[in-house]
């Protein structure tokens, strides 16, 4: 069995849950494929007493102290990475998810060093991102800095995989030269996941229809005024609930403190993804939020799929784009908003209301197979064997 060494900042136990389903669900069905992995993530305050879900995992510091902001310490780790893997043995290709992104220079020089192939993943789009609002330092160095990194970074792996295929044909177009090494293979479900559970869209007149929101607020520019302006205006309308589980900001709570919405809307925390599936089918509708984007690369939110696959009712708010065409095409029912009208909300959540209190909400009553062929994990872990393989070839 051929083994790739995985460079992942964040993997379970992590406190970054989402960032990193995708390579614990790649690894899991791998070896289906004849192949094993090697990990090296984050070393966390918090996962240091926690036990491995791999059993080949190193856990690396990052030099810069963890508590420091996201988008420095994956430098102080990057450096690092360098430094403890350059006599690394036994691999025989490397596999970086990203973001964060410092790590791929070091995974290049490793590269080089050990004369094996390199794959990246973007997980999220670099100089693409939709999301570049902030600081002028910020806008400068996506502007004039980040570019320039990512096209060496394009020119020196063997493989690059996009999750999406908006952003996939965006960087074909970006490097037409670096087009062939190009991959598409989007995030999805693990049907593990969701074996015996069962939803249930009767009304129960003893409580609200309720709400979920699974994921952060606070990043990529998210954050929850829309949504919670909506609610705001339709509990003097309808008897609804919005359960939020992650980690939040304090400006989360302040939110919902400054809008008096402390009966109505229920921050739970994190807990761990399986659980997070089983709370989906506790709900009437799943909400759906992004911010509107700066270019034309919206990302997909990883939990879509797991959205998609519950067969649940789906709020979805956010600009046009991959997200809402998955939403469109595989949900039974749902409302779609892609304006920054809260009106637009409001009416949409009243529509759902109105269906819901009359039983009428709309579930498929199986799987698509078209859906599950394209983005079941195990599936999706067969694609990323035939990149290992092909590059295996190539070298």
């Known amino acids: 069995m051929k083994k790739a060494l995985f460079i992942a900042y964040h993997f379970p136990p992590t406190e970054e849950i989402g960032g990193s389903v995708r390579s614990e669900k790649f690894i899991k069905h791998l070896s289906d494929f004849d192949w094993g992995a090697k990990v090296v993530a984050l070393k966390e305050v918090d996962n240091c007493n926690e036990p491995e879900t791999h059993s080949d995992v190193v856990r690396v510091k990052s030099l810069t102290p963890y508590d420091r902001p996201y988008h420095v310490v994956p430098y102080g780790w990057a450096l690092n990475i360098w430094l403890k893997l350059k006599v690394v043995r036994g691999v025989d290709l490397i596999y970086v998810s990203c973001p964060p992104f410092p790590q791929i220079i070091s995974s290049i020089f490793l590269k080089k060093r050990l004369n094996i192939p390199l794959i990246l993943d973007f997980r999220d789009a670099w ?69 015996g559970r069962k939803i249930n869209l009767k009304r129960s007149r003893k409580r609200p229809m309720r709400l979920l929101y699974c994921g952060r607020f606070g990043v990529c520019g998210r954050t929850p005024t829309l949504l919670f302006e909506a609610i705001d205006k339709v509990r003097r309308q309808i008897d609804i609930e919005l359960i939020i589980y992650g980690k939040q900001p304090k400006s989360l709570s302040n939110e919902v403190e400054r809008l008096e919405l402390g009966d109505i809307v229920i921050l ?31 990302s997909i939110a990883s939990k879509t799929y797991d959205y998609v696959r519950t067969e649940l ?32 909300v409001v009416k949409a959540i009243i529509s759902l209301h109105g269906r819901w209190v009359v039983s009428s909400l709309k579930s498929t009553e199986s799987i698509d197979p078209e859906y599950e062929k394209l983005y079941e994990r195990k599936n999706l872990t067969k694609q990323l064997a035939a990149c290992f393989n092909s590059v295996m070839v190539k070298s």
């Not at 320039?148 to 960087?171: S, W």
């Not at 708010?317 to 009208?341: H, W, Y």
Request: aromatic share 12%; net charge negative; proline share 7%.
């Open 127 to 195: 100089s693409l991102d939709p999301n570049q609002e902030g600081s002028r330092l910020k806008r400068f160095v996506y502007k004039y800095i980040f570019p320039k990194i990512e096209k060496y970074t394009f020119g020196n792996a063997d493989r690059i995989i996009l999750n999406t295929p908006t952003v996939h044909k965006g960087y074909q177009s970006l490097y037409p030269q670096y087009a062939k090494k190009m991959s598409w293979i989007p995030n999805g479900y693990d049907e593990d996941d969701f074996c």
């Open 268 to 298: 739970k925390g994190q807990i761990p993804h399986v659980d997070v599936i089983h709370q989906m089918f506790q709900h009437d509708v799943l909400v759906l939020y992004q911010e509107s984007a700066l270019n034309s690369y919206p």
């Open 313 to 344: 009712p789906v709020l979805s708010i956010g600009p046009l784009g991959d997200n809402q065409d998955l939403i469109k095409r595989f949900v039974a029912d749902s409302e779609s908003v892609n304006s920054t009208n809260v009106v637009d």
